[in-house]
Each structure stands twice: as structure tokens, then as C-alpha cells.
């Protein structure tokens, strides 16, 4: 098998990966010719011949590979940039409440945990930094990589909210959650295809009415 195209190096098939792919891919070959004999479908259909295999790949190496991934996120966010001071007149950050947004949210997929059906997130995040910036793009491909993995949005708010606090130790962390959970859509109670689940996290001074408000005109009409 290749390397997996991701932008984290981290992601390479080891033999754990190889062992689950296997594991995954036989069971699935069970399912998939219960289903057949179930519904009376020709089992041996060339459609069906890889989809075992595709679907074990999928949730190795793609849809599953956040799991276990919060101390790389907090490492990919700790490469920030120093900036204790400002260069015109040597003010002391701390003397400082500039909001940082990322007023077009990122959007990415991740995985209910109940039904393993998938959840389109839209995600803002906000913070007020103390002594450090961290470049756009890292923000970016954390969350990309954190939302990978079979989670309650709950949770995930939370812990994405978690990470920022973690590896900035800024001030304020503001993170905004919308998802769009097909579990809701595809099955079950068949909702609105536009129904959202918002949530949301929220730390430090950006409790503060004032710069909370800020934030919410900020990332308003962005989505």
C-alpha cells in the first residue's frame, strides 16, 4: 500500500493500520453478504467485489484517523509566533485584547458516533492571545484533522476549544460549532436538509459581552 496523501507526515500505514484495514475489510465482507441474502440481492455483483476493502481504507486511513490525535493538534498549534511586544511602542501584549477570528469557518466532515453517519461541520474560532500567534493555516489543518474521528459535536466543541487553551494559553478562546448531521437527514426523522446543530465554547475574556458580540458581528453572513 502507498502513503496516505495527508498533509500531517504522520499519517503512514504502520502495522496497526494494516492489521485493522484486514480486521475491518473481513468484517465487512460479512455484512455485505448478509445484506445480499437478506433482501435476496446477487451477492457476487462486481460493484460489491472491493467495497470491503474501500470501506476499511475509508475508515483507517480518512474518516477515523483523528482518533487519538489531541497531543499532535496541541504540538501543530504550539509552533506559534513569539510577538511579546508591539513594534511601535514596546507595549507589553498583556496590555492587549485584540480578537483574532476566523471569520470563513472551515469546513470539514467527522463521523456521529451513534450511527457513524456523516456530519458536515461548519467551525469559527476566535482568541485573544496573551504572548503568541499561531499562523491562520495551522487552525486550519487542526481542526481538519481533530474532526476526523467518531464524536458528539458536544464534545468536540469542547475539546477543539480544549486544544486552543492548551497550546496558546491565550486569553480568550471563542470556538462556534454548526453541523449538519445526516443521522438527522438520511434517516431517522428525515429533517430539513438545512437544519443545523449549533454549539459552542466559550473562555476567558471572550465571555465578555462586549467582545463576544464582536465576534458574532464578525463572522455574521461569513458562512
Known amino acids: 500500500m502507498k502513503k496516505e496523501n495527508f498533509r500531517s507526515p504522520i499519517y503512514t500505514i504502520d502495522s496497526a493500520k494494516r492489521k485493522a484495514i484486514k480486521k475491518i475489510e473481513k468484517n465487512w465482507r460479512g455484512i455485505i453478504d448478509a445484506l445480499c441474502e437478506c433482501y435476496g440481492v446477487n451477492g457476487n455483483d462486481e460493484n460489491f467485489t472491493e467495497t470491503p476493502r474501500r470501506i476499511a481504507e475509508m475508515l483507517v486511513l480518512e474518516r477515523c484517523s483523528g482518533m487519538n490525535s489531541k497531543e499532535v493538534c496541541i504540538e501543530l498549534l504550539k509552533k506559534s509566533f513569539p510577538n511579546m511586544y508591539d513594534t511601535k511602542d514596546g507595549k507589553e501584549m498583556e496590555d492587549y485584547d485584540q480578537l483574532i ?19 458536515e461541520y461548519h467551525i469559527w474560532t476566535a482568541y485573544v492571545p496573551k504572548k503568541n500567534f499561531v499562523g491562520l493555516s495551522k487552525f486550519s489543518r487542526f481542526i481538519d484533522l481533530f474532526v476526523r474521528q467518531p464524536i458528539l459535536q ?5 475539546e477543539l476549544a480544549n486544544i486552543i487553551e492548551e497550546a496558546l494559553e491565550p486569553k480568550g478562546v471563542f470556538v462556534l460549532v454548526k453541523g449538519k448531521h445526516d443521522c438527522m437527514i438520511a434517516r431517522g426523522a428525515r429533517t430539513n436538509s438545512n437544519q443545523y446543530v449549533v454549539t459552542s465554547s466559550c473562555r476567558g475574556v471572550l465571555q465578555n459581552e462586549t467582545m463576544k458580540n464582536e465576534f458574532f458581528e464578525l463572522i455574521k453572513n461569513k458562512d
Open 101 to 119: 477570528v476566523t471569520t470563513n469557518p472551515v469546513i470539514t466532515y467527522g463521523i456521529c458516533p451513534h450511527h457513524f453517519e456523516n456530519v
Open 154 to 158: 458536544e464534545t468536540l466543541t469542547i
